[in-house]
């Protein structure tokens, strides 16, 4: 197809159905952990349709987990001058600036990912940890518990949630105050005055 009737076809909307074939054809990819395969499909997908941030939020989170962090970025933005609210570009984002030890940032773009209705639980699950990392113990807590309810007892993150659960649960408790050993000894010294007492 010539270059002009393709952006025809594609101002009419008659390619959308070829760029979701490969979208999905990409999205099996990934599962099967094809990444080659995977970032193919979806460039095909945006080369029939490139109105969709979608597929450049999900070629850019396939492009983060094969380390291609200068393309992931730049699909990842797009992504979001399309449209700003996008939870899978915001969540990719996260996981982007977490590998790159960049936490607060990271951090932003999991809260922007979860406020959004159809987050899933690795965006509570990342947004927990970075809780973790800044020193927000009881934030981290209730968004681990979220991404605990979200996934399922046989899913393996499941069990990570639970290890993490039980870290944060741990840094609660050490940080919890304790009695100094001089105010235990008022408060006995001041039952046994009291008992001494005439009544």
């Known amino acids: 197809m010539s270059s002009a009737r393709l952006e025809r076809a594609r101002r009419l909307g008659l390619t959308h159905a070829t760029a979701e074939a490969y979208y ?6 990934y599962k099967n952990r094809d990444m080659e395969n995977a970032i193919l499909d979806l460039s095909e997908a945006i080369y029939y349709d490139r109105r969709y941030p979608e597929y450049y939020a999900t070629r ?25 609210h996008l939870w899978l570009a915001h969540f990719a984002l996260g996981v982007l600036r ?3 030890n960049e936490y607060e940032a990271a951090h932003q773009h ?3 990912a979860t406020r959004h209705p159809d987050a899933k639980p690795e965006a509570w699950f990342y947004l927990a940890v970075t809780h973790y990392l800044l020193d927000n113990l009881t934030e ?9 309810n979200g996934l399922h007892q046989a899913d393996s993150r499941h069990a990570d949630a639970r290890r993490w ?12 105050p304790k009695p100094s050993p001089s105010g235990t000894a008022r408060r006995r010294r001041s039952k046994r005055s009291t008992d001494s007492e005439p009544s």
Do not use: C, M, P, T
């Open 24 to 29: 999905h054809r990409g999205l099996l990819a």
């Open 60 to 84: 850019g989170l396939f492009y983060v987990e094969d380390g291609k962090f200068s393309e992931a970025e730049a699909d990842l933005l797009y992504a979001l001058k399309l449209n700003k």
């Open 110 to 112: 999991f809260l922007q």
């Open 140 to 148: 981290a807590l209730q968004a681990i518990e979220r991404a605990l």
């Open 98 to 100: 977490y590998k790159q």
């Open 165 to 176: 659960k039980a870290e944060i649960e741990k840094a609660i408790a050490e940080r919890a």
